[in-house]
C-alpha cells in the first residue's frame, strides 16, 4: 500500500469506544507518508475557556465544536497538500456535518470509513477506558440512529468487533480505496443543503 493508492483524507468516525483512535493511529503508522488528526488534540489547544460540546452554555459549546471541525480540516489541507495521506478521527454524526466537513476539505480525495462494532462493544470499550480516556456519554442509541439514518449508504460502515486494533487497522489501510469511495462535495453542495434545511 503506498500513499499514492491511498490518498488525500480518510475520516475515520464512529461513536465514543469505536476505536476510532487507535486504529487510525495504527493505520497512520502502516502507511509511509500519513498523519493522525485527532479532534481531542484539537480541543486540547483550547487552554482557557474551553466548553465541552455537551456542555453549557449550548450556543458556545456548538460553536466550539464547529471550530475545531474547521480546525481539524485546515491541518488535514496542508498536510495533504504536502504529499501525506491524513486520517481524521472524529465523529460524523450526520450528514449535515458530512457535507461541511467535505466543504472544508474541498476539492481533496475525501474518503468516510464509519468504524462500527455495535454499541454494546463501544460502551464496554469505552467503560474499560483508562479513566483519564473515558468520555461521558449516554446517547449511543440516538447517535446510531442519526448516523444510521443520514449515512448508511455512504462511506464504508466497517464491522471490527471481531478484529483486534491491529487488524483492523491493516484492513484499513488495504480496503479503504476499493470499500470507500471518494465523496463528493464542495461548497455548493454545502450552501444547497443548508438552503434546504
Not at 488495504?174 to 434545511?197: K, M, T
Request: aromatic share 8%; hydrophobic share 40%; glycine share 8%.
Amino acid at each position: 500500500m503506498t500513499s499514492a493508492e491511498l490518498c488525500g483524507c480518510v475520516i475515520v468516525s464512529g461513536m465514543p469506544g469505536a476505536g476510532k483512535s487507535t486504529v487510525s493511529g495504527l493505520a497512520a503508522h502502516l502507511m509511509p507518508r500519513a498523519a493522525q488528526i485527532k479532534g481531542d488534540d484539537v480541543n486540547q489547544m483550547l487552554l482557557s475557556g474551553r466548553v465541552w460540546f455537551l456542555g453549557t452554555p449550548r450556543d458556545e459549546a456548538m460553536r466550539q465544536y464547529e471550530l475545531c471541525k474547521r480546525n481539524m480540516c485546515a491541518l488535514a489541507n496542508n498536510f495533504v497538500d504536502y504529499g501525506f495521506t491524513v486520517f481524521m478521527d472524529t465523529v460524523v454524526q450526520d450528514r449535515a456535518m458530512l457535507d461541511l466537513l467535505l466543504a472544508l476539505l474541498s476539492p481533496r480525495p475525501t474518503r468516510l470509513v464509519i468504524l462500527a462494532p455495535g454499541v454494546d462493544v463501544c460502551k464496554y470499550r469505552n467503560a474499560t477506558r483508562d479513566p483519564d480516556e473515558r468520555f461521558a456519554f449516554d446517547g449511543y442509541h440516538q447517535l446510531e440512529a442519526n448516523m444510521e439514518r443520514d449515512l448508511r449508504d455512504i462511506g464504508w460502515w466497517f464491522d471490527t468487533s471481531a478484529l483486534t486494533p491491529e487488524e483492523a487497522a491493516e484492513q484499513l489501510v488495504h480496503e479503504a480505496v476499493h470499500r470507500a469511495a471518494p465523496l463528493q462535495g464542495g461548497w455548493n453542495s454545502h450552501l444547497e443543503n443548508l438552503g434546504d434545511a
